[in-house]
């Protein structure tokens, strides 16, 4: 049985139905090296090979065919602008420079991150399973291409709770031009009880729909019915022990709260000049920056999982998606404030228990599309994730791809690795992290996963 079943069992009981919620926190199954995670997804799939994974050998065989051997049985997203014309190596037009006591390779898309080198840990060998956006996304965020399975952050929040009361456990604030494909699947809560699914908040205006009160109704009123509907709820807790009502409950209380503290929340005023300056952010603005500022907040009060969303990465060279101009919008978005998320974490004694993910939901092939402008295609085989805080090391590089970028040549970490290494990190074992759905357990690491031992300090 897992913890969060643990929980929602003891709500079932009357006499502690009035104190437990099934977001309160809990033990976790080993001492946790981080306490919370700021998830920073990079939605679109950015390419390793122009921001972190520099191939000199890639660079000087531009325009050449690339060995057979490298695409004997492989398959990607768009094979006819791929291999239409056979695959040409495509090398990258950008400078790069190594930074930092490790020697880090950042190009010069990212130079705030760049100066950030020696708190991070970049994974260059990252491998997944599906290379169509929508089930690429929803495998990095459930460990499976299926829908109807609960996120990492509704995992997360089931196995060890929340340290807030008045704000969700697992909040998500998005930016960019559009959503992320595939929506609300990557942040929900699958079978697990509805209250531990991912809540989208705005950082603008109200900071969810329908939340104000409406007008005439005053406070002791709206308690008065919140209380009325509670009782109502608990009896049929009571009866059926049906998970889903102890969320109805807890959801409605949380409302309550949020009608406080989510415009409190959102309410930068309080946020030093020199602050706002460090993020690039601006009052009453949706942006990145402004969300990577909400993300701090949000962990001071007690989150325990935020997910930040930014679109587009795609980078096939049509419209919207070339690899330079496109390219280098994208990365100015993210660049200053990512790098001032880590900084401010850290002066703020945060960051050593806060453990920041940065990454997409795969990487780019090294061979170009056969479009009118250079760009590349969708690639599972390798790309670059980087980690900072909660445990994880300083200053370290971990795997190495061949002299294409096309592969692993040490260190492969799949993403059921890195689901498992997160949970580690968080006080959790990935294998004991279960719950019972049409007759059998499930996990997030689904029936792999191993820990990525040089991802831990």
Known sequence: MGLGSLALADLINPHLQAQVSPTSPRRPHIPAKAKRVIYLFMAGGPSHL?????????????????????????????MDSSFKDRSKLLGTRRAFRQHGRSGTWVSDLLPHIAGITDEIAVVKT??????????AKLFMNTGTGFFGRPSMGAWVSYGIGSESQSLPAFVVLQSGPRGPRGGGVNWGSGFLPTTYQGVPLSGRGDPILNLATPQGISKDTQRESIDAIGRLNQSRLAETGDPEIATRI?????????????????????????????????????????????????????????????????????????LTKD??????????????????????????????IWGGEFGRTPMGENRENPGRNHHIDAFTMWFAGGGTPRGAVIGETDEFGFGAVEDECHVHD????????????????????????????????????????
């Open 50 to 78: 122009e921001l972190f994974d520099w191939k000199p050998k890639l660079a000087a065989l531009h325009g050449q065919s690339i060995p057979d051997s490298y695409l004997e049985g492989k398959r990607f997203a768009f």
């Open 126 to 135: 990252c491998r997944t399973n599906l290379f169509n956006h929508a089930p």
């Open 250 to 322: 807890a959801s409605y209380e949380m409302a309550f709260k949020m009608q406080t503290s989510a415009p409190e929340l959102i309410d930068l005023s309080d946020e030093s000049k020199a602050t706002m300056d460090l993020y690039g952010a601006k009052p009453g603005q949706a942006s990145f920056a402004n969300n990577c500022l909400l993300a701090r907040r949000l962990i001071e009060r007690g989150t325990r999982f935020v997910q930040l969303y930014h679109t587009s990465w795609d980078h096939h060279g049509g419209p919207g998606e070339t």
């Open 327 to 356: 390219l280098e919008n994208v990365t100015r978005d993210v660049d200053q404030a990512t790098a001032a998320l880590i900084l401010d974490l850290k002066a703020r004694g945060l960051l050593d228990d806060t453990l920041v």
């Open 418 to 457: 890195l689901h498992a290494t997160i949970l580690h990190l968080l006080g959790i074992d990935h294998e004991k992290l279960t719950y019972r759905f049409q007759g059998r357990q499930f996990r997030l690491t689904d029936v792999g996963g191993r820990l990525i031992r040089k991802l831990i300090a």
